[in-house]
C-alpha cells in the first residue's frame, strides 16, 4: 500500500491521511514516563515534543497551515513547583524515526499514592449527613478527591504504556536528598502493574547532564542503590540538555521492533518515508477547544463528550493547568481533537506566588484557541449573564477567525427553562458583540449529562458552515437581490454600481466585493448590512465573515502596454 502511495502525487496523499492513520494509530509504540514530582518528566516530554516538530516542520510549511502556531498539543508546562502536572497529556512524539504516542503524568509522592480510594464516596456521605461543618475538613477531602484522580490517570498511562520511563531526581539523591520516593514509587508501581504486564519498565536517573555528576562523591554508590530496585541499572540521562537521547532512541527503537513482531506487522523499507502521515490531523478531524472561565465545568463537559473519566474534575477553582488533547471518533464517522483548557483570568487576579504557572496555562490555553477550528465556550448558567471576561473571549475567538458554540452548563440550577436562558444569552451575544452574529447557544448540564449528545453535532455543523465555499453562481444571485432590495448610499454624487462578488477562501468565510468605489466610501454600516443578511441565508452564525471592496474603475488596463507604455 506504502509502495503504491509513493507513486502519488504529493497533493494526493492528503486524500489518505485518514486511511494511513487509522491504519498505525492503535499500531503505536506507546511510552508513559512517570516518577516523583519535580524530576524532569514534563521536560522529557517536550524533548521528545520537540523532536517530532523539527520533523514534521518541513510538512508543514508546504501546508502552510497555522503555521508557526504549532500543533494541537502545545509543549507541556515546567517549573520547580512540585505537583504542576495534574492530568494525563498525551502526543505523538517521535525519536530516530520511531513514532510512538507519549504520555506524560503527574508526579507521584506519599499523597497521591496515599490517597483514598473511597473519596468520592466519603465526601458525598458526609455532605448528605450534613456534617461537613469544619471548611478544613471539606477541603481536606477535595483535596484527596484530586490526588485520588492524578493516582487515577497516572495508572490509566501506566496500563497503556508498552515502554515505562520511570524517572528521579539523580543530582538531588547524589547531593544527599533522601531516595525514599523514589523506593516508595517502585513499590508503588509494581503493586499496581496488571498481572501478566509486559511492558518495559526504564530507570532513569535525570538531570545529570556532561560528567560533572561524577566528579560528586558517592554518585557511584548512589546509582548502584537505585539499581537495586527490580528495573535494572538507571539509565542516565538529561532530558533539558539532551543527554542520553541516543540511549533512549536504541530502547525504543528494540521495543517498536518487539511490539510489530507481537502484532504480525510486516516492516518495509518504505515505512519511513509516510510515518508523518499518521500523525495528520487530516480534513476529517474538527479540532474543538472548550474555554471559559475557572470552574464553569469544562473538564465534566469534555468527560461528558468522551464518556470516560479522561481528566481530573472537581470544585477546586484552577484545577486544569495544561491544555489536554483527547482524540475521540464520534458515531464511527468523524473524529474530534477536543482540547480542555485551563480557566481564563484576568492578568490582575492571576495567582503568582512566585512562579507563573497560572500564566503559562492561560497562554497554552490561548494557543489552543488560535489553532482550533470550533471554539466552544462554557458559561456557569447560575450566573444568568455573560461577565466581561467571557465577552472578551467570544470577541478573541471572531477576531481569530475561529468558529464559535456557546454552552451554558449548570443549566439545571435554573427556574428558568433552558431554551428561555440560551435565548437570554444570545440577547447579551447580540447586544454586545453584534459582530459576532447569532451565535448557537446550547443549554446543558455536564454533570447530569443533560443536552451534552447535542453538542457534537452541532460543532460539526458549524465547522462545516466555517469551512464550506458559495458558489460564484449562487453568491451573484443572492448580491444581485440583496443590492436590489437596498441600494448602497452614492460617493461623490455618483451612483454607485457594485458589480459582482467572489468568495477569496474560507476557514474563515472570507468574501471580496467589486465595484466603482472602495471600502471606505462603501462605509462600514452597508458592509454590516451584506454581513448580516449574508449570514442568515447561508447559515454562517457564530463565525466571523471578513468582506473587502475593490474599486476597479481606478485602474487603467492599458498602462504598462502598448503606446500607453511609450508616452
Known sequence: MLKMLRRLPRHHIPLCSRFLSSLSTDKLLKVAIVGPPNAGKST????????????????????????????????????????????RRETIGNLAGVQFKIFDTAGVDDDVMGSSFSAGKRYRGAKRKGVLRNPSTEK??????????MAEQTLAAIDLADVIFFLFDGRSLIQGASEGDVVEMSRWLRRHRKSGDTSQVVLCANK????????MGGGDTVLEEMGRLGFGEPLLISAEHGDGMAEIASILVEA????????????????????????????????????????VGKSTLLNALVSENRVITGSVPGLTRDSIAVDFEFEGRRRFNIVDTA?????????????????????DAMRSLKVAHVCVLVLEAEKLHLTKQELTICDTVIKEGRALVIVANKSDTLSSTPSEYAMGVKDQVDRFLPHVGDVIVVATSSLNGENVEHVLPIVESVFERWNSRVTTGELNNWFKDVVISNPPPMSKGRITNLKYIVQAKSRPPTFRI???????????????????????????????????????????????????ANR
Open 44 to 87: 522529557l516530554f517536550n524533548r521528545f515534543l520537540k523532536t517530532s516538530r523539527s520533523s514534521k516542520r518541513l510538512l508543514v510549511e508546504k501546508k502552510g497551515r497555522n503555521r508557526g502556531k504549532g500543533g494541537v498539543v502545545g509543549r507541556a508546562i515546567v517549573s520547580d513547583v512540585a505537583g504542576t502536572t495534574r492530568d
Open 140 to 149: 481536606d477531602i477535595r483535596e484527596d478527591i484530586v490526588l485520588r484522580g
Open 208 to 215: 545529570l547532564e556532561g560528567d560533572a555528576w561524577a566528579q
Open 256 to 295: 517498536e521492533k518487539r511490539k510489530k513482531e507481537e502484532l504480525g506487522v510486516i516492516e518495509t523499507e518504505d515505512d519511513d518515508d509516510y510515518s508523518w502521515a499518521s500523525s495528520d490531523a487530516g480534513p476529517e478531524t474538527i479540532n474543538m477547544a472548550i474555554l471559559g472561565r475557572q470552574n
Open 343 to 363: 480557566g481564563i483570568r484576568r492578568a490582575s487576579r492571576r495567582e503568582r506566588d512566585g512562579d507563573s504557572i497560572e500564566d503559562d496555562s492561560v497562554s
Open 514 to 564: 467589486f465595484g466603482n468605489i472602495g471600502e471606505k466610501e462603501l462605509g462600514e454600516g452597508y458592509i454590516r448590512y451584506i454581513r448580516n443578511n449574508m449570514r442568515r441565508s447561508f447559515g454562517m452564525e457564530g463565525m466571523a465573515i471578513r468582506i473587502g471592496v475593490t474599486n476597479t474603475s481606478d485602474k487603467n488596463p492599458f498602462v504598462g502596454k502598448g503606446k500607453a
